[in-house]
Each structure stands twice: as structure tokens, then as C-alpha cells.
């Protein structure tokens, strides 16, 4: 049961013993996993600020589209940002308007745009052309999106999700049939599966729903973090993950760390496994977590002003 979830733990773990470029320091695990603020909600809900919440399927289309397109790490330091708002919540609360004002994108429209209306939609500027390499990106992701629904479901968003019959690891295992997010990277003869943004929709559509009717998924306790960028770099800034020095320096002089690199499976990987050794010691001591709620411990932790003034790891990649 559960073999999808285990076998990203297992590669993960396998990584992390042999990774040459970060290490994990699993002396701090017992103190770190003691000093984690756990009355903090390790169960949080989505901002209707940001988010199409309360309109039924098409609020699983919203969590849909917009996971389709939840990847900007190696972009998000050229996109044009709203004021106040993070690159994740600029694409959010863009596309929430969207759908407020002009109604949901169906399967079809999404087979039909390109990145001059991608630009449009996410409120990008046309003359960036690294932003604009991102906005085509989204039209490829959106493309597929839409394919995959009208193809396979009717070009219903619900069918899909309710294809999973309540199940995070079945949801995992259609969405992954579209190739944006076939989430796996090969280390040596090893091939090392995240699905980042795939568990990520399970997680989002949970909370959007309340765990009940599109967001019921009665494995969703199995989910492993969501590995990207930000909660390894709040580890290694609290000293649990160690990198290679040069890794360091050239992640301080934000050079791009390329996708498929050693480097960067190592970091996300290594992240994954020290956040399943400290769910392991804080049940040891008597705590109920999950992975799945450090990763919002920690992902919220690394909105912090002390960690955004450090440089975190920076990769143009589909997967997150």
C-alpha cells in the first residue's frame, strides 16, 4: 500500500547516503526537531484573497490550472511581481481574478493559449524575455492540461479528481501521465521520483474542499513535503543541511544551479529525508505530524525576513 509515496522516500534516502554536495547533519535532528513551534497550524487554509475558494468543481479547476503552472524557482527573481505579494501569490491572485471576472478557462480554452495570453492572464510584461520564456512554459502546461481533460475525462476537471476515488496517491498517479509533472531525475543509475507539484494538488484540493467531496483523499497523512527550493534553504540556513562550499558560494552569488544537476537532486532530496528523520524523532517523542505539515511549518518559516535576505537555491525547471 502506499508504494508510490514509499518509493520517494526510499530513493530519497538512498541520495542522501551517497550525496557528494549536501549533507545531512543528523546530530541537530533531535535538538532542531524539539524547537519546532507545533502549536503553529500545521494544518493551514488557502487566502480567498488568492484564491477561488467556494465555487464548487470550479474551485478544483482553479487548484488544477494553477498547479499545472506552480513552478517559477529559477524565474521568479524576473517576474513583475504585485506589490507586497511573492511570486507564488502573484500568479494565484491573477488567475483568482481571472475566474472571478471572466469565469473559469474550460479544458478547451486552455488547449488554446499561447504566451502572449499567458502574459496577459499572469500579468507579465511581453518585453521580459526571461519572463516570457516562463509564460510559454505555461502555455505548454496549460496545453497539456487541457488535452489530458478532454481526452480522458470528458473535459471535466471533477472527473479527473474524482478518477483518484479518494485517493492522494491515485490522484498523484494520473496527474504524472502529463509529462510537466513526471517529476523524476536520474542520479547515477538511480531514478529519484518527487512529484512535487502532483502531491501539491492533493494537499491544495484538501484544504480547499475541508477534506470532504473533491478535497477527500483518505491517504493524504502519506504525503511527503513538497520538495522545491525554499524549505531545504530554511534548513540549511538552521544548520540541519550542510552544502559543498562551492555549492554555497555559487548559491550566495545566485547562479543558476541546473535542472538534473547532481547538486540540485541532492538539495531537494536531502531536504525530503531530513524532514522525514525529524517526523521520525518528533514521534519518538510523543508528537503526531506528518511531513506534510512541516513542509507548511517550514515553508511558512522561509517567508521570515531572515531567511529572504539569504540567497536560496535557484533552478529554471517545470517541476517546481
Known amino acids: 500500500m502506499h508504494d508510490l509515496f514509499q518509493r520517494i522516500r526510499s530513493s530519497c534516502h538512498l541520495v542522501a547516503e551517497q550525496a557528494r554536495y549536501v549533507r545531512i547533519q543528523e546530530s541537530r535532528i533531535a535538538a532542531y526537531a ?5 502549536q503553529q497550524a500545521l494544518y493551514p487554509e488557502h487566502d480567498a484573497r488568492y484564491h477561488y ?8 479547476a482553479f487548484f488544477l490550472t494553477l498547479d499545472t503552472i506552480n513552478f517559477m524557482s529559477g524565474y521568479n527573481p524576473h517576474l513583475k511581481k504585485r506589490p507586497g505579494l511573492s511570486g507564488y501569490f502573484t500568479i494565484a491572485a491573477a488567475l483568482s481574478d481571472h475566474y472571478q471576472t471572466r469565469g473559469p478557462l474550460s479544458a478547451s480554452e486552455l488547449t488554446g493559449l499561447d504566451s502572449g495570453r499567458c502574459a496577459s492572464i499572469f500579468g507579465q510584461d511581453p518585453g521580459n524575455p526571461v519572463a516570457m520564456e516562463l509564460m510559454e512554459l505555461y502555455a505548454q502546461a496549460l496545453g497539456e492540461l487541457g488535452r489530458y481533460l478532454l481526452s480522458s475525462f470528458g473535459g471535466s476537471f471533477g472527473a479527473l479528481v474524482d478518477s483518484a476515488e479518494a485517493s492522494a496517491e491515485r490522484l498523484v498517479t494520473l496527474l504524472i501521465r502529463m509529462p510537466f509533472f513526471n517529476d523524476v531525475s536520474q542520479y547515477g543509475p538511480l531514478s529519484v521520483p518527487l512529484f512535487k507539484r502532483a502531491q ?21 497523512d502519506q504525503l511527503t513535503i513538497f520538495a522545491d527550493n525554499l524549505v531545504p534553504h530554511v534548513l540549511h540556513v538552521d544548520g540541519v543541511l550542510e552544502y559543498d562550499p562551492d555549492l554555497a558560494a555559487r548559491i550566495e552569488r545566485e547562479e543558476l544551479i541546473p535542472s538534473g544537476s547532481p547538486q540540485e537532486i541532492e538539495i531537494r532530496a536531502c531536504g525530503l529525508h531530513a524532514v522525514e ?3 521520525a524523532e ?19 518559516r522561509g517567508q521570515e525576513p531572515h531567511y529572504k535576505a539569504r540567497p536560496r537555491h535557484r533552478t529554471r525547471s517545470v517541476y517546481y
Open 34 to 38: 524539539s524547537s519546532l513551534p507545533l
Open 53 to 60: 475558494l467556494g465555487h464548487g468543481e470550479d474551485t478544483a
Open 200 to 220: 501539491l494538488t492533493a494537499a491544495d484540493l484538501e484544504l480547499a474542499f475541508d477534506r470532504r467531496g473533491l478535497g477527500r483523499f483518505t491517504d493524504s
Open 277 to 279: 528523520l525529524l517526523v
Open 282 to 300: 518528533l514521534r519518538r517523542q510523543g508528537q503526531t505530524v506528518t511531513a506534510r505539515g512541516l513542509d507548511y511549518l517550514l515553508w511558512n
